[in-house]
């Protein structure tokens, strides 16, 4: 990957996750549809007893950062979220990154538990 893009990706995947763990829901924006789906799963993930949390430094290190090819012209990101009960959890974000004029654009795709 370009090291280039990397601290921005970095960057606002924090963002995201931030506007998560803070319930900001209205500052996330959807890579497919609507967000309903999206927020209905970490309502259920926090009626659980899980609390979403801002990500560590630590967490990058496990971003798994698939680059734009012949094929897409996005960053496709996935990494696991934080919990407050249990730090790393099983819970992993999809991210999708694309350049909108010369800066990246992050987009929430899905959560899931793989």
């Known amino acids: 990957m370009s090291d280039a893009y990397l601290p921005q990706i970095h960057a606002l995947a924090a963002e ?10 209205d500052r996330i924006r959807a890579a497919r549809g609507p967000l309903t789906d999206l927020i209905t ?4 993930y926090r009626a659980d ?29 996935e990494f696991p979220l934080w919990t407050e009960e249990h730090g790393e ?22 959560v899931r538990v793989p």
Do not use: C, M
Not at 16 to 25: C, K, M
Not at 41 to 44: A, L, M, Y
Not at 61 to 75: A, L, M, R, S, T
């Open 16 to 25: 995201i996750v931030h506007h998560l763990a803070t319930e900001q829901y």
């Open 41 to 44: 799963d970490i309502k259920s």
């Open 49 to 77: 007893g899980f609390t979403i949390v801002d990500l560590p430094e630590s967490a990058f290190g496990n971003f798994i950062v698939f680059e734009p090819n012949e094929f897409k012209d996005d960053w496709d990101v």
């Open 89 to 110: 959890s099983d819970l992993q974000a999809y991210l999708t990154f694309r350049l909108e004029g010369d800066h990246l654009v992050g987009f929430l795709d899905h």
